[in-house]
């Protein structure tokens, strides 16, 4: 039920440079956004597009067409003119006109049909570092707010930088740092596909180990869906849906795999128990997981083109999957205290024991952890870096984890390789006992 519902909240992702919107429905201030794009050198190229979603058949007397405002200001000019509280509609809508970049007429007769306005029309703001705001402004309050049946607007504006890039500046390098992971997936999985192979035939699996690699092929497909998504966006500003999506849904699985990895075995899946069925709190934990990831998920991709937002996880989004990640941290020191509880009655002398769950908590805690302090540590950062830092960053503690915890399930020295079993689990004491020094 969780996945039909995020598989719908995804369809409302409009993440481009291309940006096409059915229902432009002006709020009290007269303002409808459009969409953003970063430009280093304040260089843009724009093609805009308008029409009506249905031919309006009773205009009022006298209003023969629609006048409106195409504008384009830079964010810092826009904040400053949105946080005034004591300035009424109108003279917001007119200082949002007098401090815009660019300002392009648009006067919308009453039927439907294309009209192109702009067409491949360069805008340059002094070779400066411009955050573009894209809105349409109704300064004259003609259209929804007057006339709640007025249709909608549709727009398909196209923008791209100087070098007919689709990519927003804080999405540049993104493509290619995709491309350099694919290489050292290839390389990873070529210098171990023995090792892997050899451990998918064993009779006896260590299942761990499998599920550590499953998670790596899966981050693995995520990387090369969304590399083929990014060419395609690249040449187009829209990308492809489907692969897009495929490729979220499958970075969530990866995250869950990991996520009920880490907190099984902490529970003493392994070695205390020989399977999942028999951790006593498996149901609700793997519940809580599964909603964890979902929310998670749901919240990334909803109204990504938020006008506040700066990353995936900016604002409302960040603070809610954080407060999750809390939580999954404490599911993570509970069972840690319970297994340590239960080491310390059956034998505790067992130092090795311990320090294998210590170590594995701490891995589960930077996995954890890691989200809300990248999350933090960006708010110092300039905006138009934080995309591609949260990107970088979240890839790269993800993988560093899985290949974290294959050598702690591979090690030959450690006690998950002396205790581990999948037969029997361990009832009133450890199956060997430490061998002695």
């Known amino acids: 039920m969780n996945y039909?519902?995020?598989?719908?909240?995804?369809?409302?992702?409009?993440?481009?440079?291309?940006?096409?919107?059915e229902k432009h429905h002006f709020d009290k201030e007269a303002i409808s956004f459009i969409g953003k794009f970063f430009s280093i050198n304040g260089k843009i190229t724009l093609t805009l597009d308008i029409d009506l979603q249905y031919t309006y058949l009773n205009p009022p007397k006298g209003l023969k067409y629609l006048d409106l405002n195409f504008i384009m200001i830079d964010y810092e000019y826009y904040n400053v003119i949105v946080e005034k509280k004591d300035i009424n509609s109108v003279e917001r809508c007119r200082r949002m006109l007098h401090n815009s970049i660019y300002i392009k007429e648009i006067d919308i007769i009453f039927e439907k049909k294309k009209r192109i306005f702009l067409h491949k029309k360069e805008i340059h703001n002094n070779d400066n570092p411009t955050?573009?705001?894209?809105?349409?402004?109704?300064?004259?309050?003609?259209?929804?707010?007057?006339?709640?049946?007025?249709?909608?607007?549709?727009?398909?504006?196209?923008?791209t930088d100087d070098t007919s890039s689709h990519f927003s500046y804080e999405e540049k390098f993104i493509l290619q740092f995709f491309s350099i992971l694919i290489l050292i997936f290839i390389v990873i999985f070529g210098?171990?596909?023995?090792?892997?192979?050899?451990?998918?035939?064993?009779?006896?699996?260590?299942?761990?180990?499998?599920?550590?690699?499953?998670?790596?092929?899966?981050?693995?497909?995520?990387?090369?869906?969304?590399?083929?998504?990014?060419?395609?966006?690249?040449?187009?500003?829209?990308?492809?849906?489907?692969?897009?999506?495929?490729?979220?849904?499958?970075?969530?699985?990866?995250?869950?795999?990991?996520?009920?990895?880490?907190?099984?075995?902490?529970?003493?899946w392994g070695i205390f128990y020989r399977s999942i069925?028999?951790?006593?709190?498996?149901?609700?934990?793997?519940?809580?997981?599964?909603?964890?990831?979902?929310?998670?998920?749901?919240?990334?991709?909803?109204?990504?083109?938020?006008?506040?937002?700066?990353?995936?996880?900016?604002?409302?989004?960040?603070?809610?999957?954080?407060?999750?990640?809390?939580?999954?941290?404490?599911?993570?020191?509970?069972?840690?205290n319970k297994i340590m509880?239960?080491?310390?009655?059956?034998?505790?002398?067992?130092?090795?024991?311990?320090?294998?769950?210590?170590?594995?908590?701490?891995?589960?805690?930077?996995?954890?952890?890691?989200?809300?302090?990248?999350?933090?540590?960006?708010?110092?950062?300039?905006?138009?870096?934080?995309?591609?830092?949260?990107?970088?960053?979240?890839?790269?503690?993800?993988?560093?984890?899985?290949?974290?915890?294959?050598?702690m399930f591979g090690s030959k020295t450690n006690a998950f390789s002396e205790y581990s079993m999948y037969v029997d689990p361990l009832t009133t004491e450890c199956p060997r006992k430490e061998k002695s020094k």
């Open 4 to 21: 039909f519902f995020l598989l719908f909240l995804l369809i409302l992702r409009t993440k481009s440079s291309r940006f096409i919107e």
């Open 131 to 159: 955050l573009w705001y894209f809105l349409l402004l109704d300064c004259n309050f003609h259209t929804h707010h007057l006339f709640p049946d007025f249709p909608f607007i549709i727009t398909d504006l196209t923008v």
């Open 191 to 268: 210098i171990n596909f023995k090792l892997i192979s050899k451990e998918f035939r064993r009779e006896e699996s260590n299942y761990h180990i499998l599920l550590c690699y499953i998670c790596l092929l899966i981050k693995f497909l995520y990387i090369c869906l969304q590399t083929i998504h990014l060419n395609i966006y690249n040449n187009n500003g829209l990308g492809s849906w489907t692969l897009d999506i495929t490729s979220i849904v499958l970075w969530s699985v990866s995250q869950y795999f990991l996520a009920s990895l880490i907190l099984f075995t902490i529970a003493g």
């Open 277 to 336: 069925l028999q951790y006593d709190y498996l149901y609700p934990t793997t519940i809580i997981v599964f909603l964890i990831q979902s929310v998670s998920l749901v919240l990334t991709e909803y109204n990504e083109n938020s006008i506040d937002k700066f990353h995936d996880f900016d604002g409302r989004t960040g603070s809610v999957i954080t407060i999750s990640k809390f939580f999954f941290l404490v599911l993570i020191l509970f069972s840690l």
């Open 341 to 407: 509880t239960k080491i310390e009655k059956q034998n505790s002398s067992n130092k090795k024991l311990k320090d294998f769950y210590l170590n594995l908590a701490i891995i589960g805690i930077l996995y954890t952890m890691s989200f809300p302090i990248l999350c933090f540590m960006v708010n110092y950062i300039d905006y138009f870096y934080r995309h591609k830092i949260i990107i970088f960053s979240d890839i790269i503690m993800q993988v560093l984890c899985v290949i974290a915890l294959l050598r």
